[in-house]
T-cell receptor, first 109, second 114 residues
Framework: QKEVEQDPGPLSVPEGAIVSLNCTYSNSAFQYFMWYRQYSRKGPELLMYTYSSGNKEDGRFTAQVDKSSKYISLFIRDSQPSDSATYLC?????????FGPGTRLSVLP | DTGVSQNPRHKITKRGQNVTFRCDPISEHNRLYWYRQTLGQGPEFLTYFQNEAQLEKSRLLSDRFSAERPKGSFSTLEIQRTEQGDSAMYLCASSSLQGSSPLHFGNGTRLTVT
């Protein structure tokens, strides 16, 4: 079992839709949680970084962490074609960052 | 802050050749990481430095791989006697010493071994 799991998709939604991306992790020692966005042939770009259970909002993006169920979500409101990318969730334990395989998202105009 | 810079962006080499990649981290970041990413997968940890000290290496890092960060600034990753299975994107990331600092990635070096 991988330490961080994601549904690889692809996920296709129409422009303006609310997108929900989900991730689970298996190690209770993970303390910090991140979402990265990766465009084709580019490096991952940090979107959200959170420590505690609950919600963190930044513009159209909301990250949600539930440590009791080891579940991480990213919500994108009013999705745009420019949001089409692969979304990676990651968890951190000390200096060890572990990434999920990513979910490929397409937002159709 | 110019971000993490990696060179070259793309390297094509023949099996058995040696290749070297360079990473320049964000200037005030003390920690530097190397990851490998293959198609459809997330980045996999290879090694990390704090200043010039290499503090951790993954079992993925075979003896053909070596990384250095001689003055605690830029880093190089060398692969000797490349194999077709080494074809991947090699990503460099850096972070500050602040306990909760996240990783900031460069755009990677794409290696193709023919």
């Amino acid at each position: 079992q991988k330490e961080v799991e994601q549904d690889p998709g692809p996920l296709s939604v129409p422009e303006g839709a609310i997108v929900s991306l989900n991730c689970t992790y298996s190690n209770s020692a993970f303390q910090y949680f991140m979402w990265y966005r990766q465009y084709s042939r580019k490096g991952p770009e940090l979107l959200m970084y959170t420590y505690s259970s609950g919600n963190k909002e930044d513009g159209r993006f909301t990250a949600q962490v539930d440590k009791s169920s080891k579940y991480i979500s990213l919500f994108i409101r009013d999705s745009q074609p420019s949001d089409s990318a692969t979304y990676l969730c990651a968890s951190r334990r000390g200096q060890n960052f572990v990434f999920g395989p990513g979910t490929r998202l397409s937002v159709l105009p | 802050d110019t971000g993490v810079s990696q060179n070259p962006r793309h390297k094509i080499t023949k099996r058995g050749q040696n290749v070297t990649f360079r990473c320049d981290p964000i200037s005030e970041h003390n920690r530097l990481y190397w990851y490998r990413q293959t198609l459809g997968q997330g980045p996999e940890f290879l090694t990390y430095f704090q200043n010039e000290a290499q503090l951790e290496k993954s079992r993925l890092l075979s003896d053909r791989f070596s990384a250095e960060r001689p003055k605690g600034s830029f880093s190089t990753l060398e692969i000797q006697r490349t194999e077709q299975g080494d074809s991947a994107m090699y990503l460099c990331a850096s972070s500050s010493l602040q306990g909760s600092s996240p990783l900031h990635f460069g755009n990677g070096t794409r290696l193709t071994v023919t």
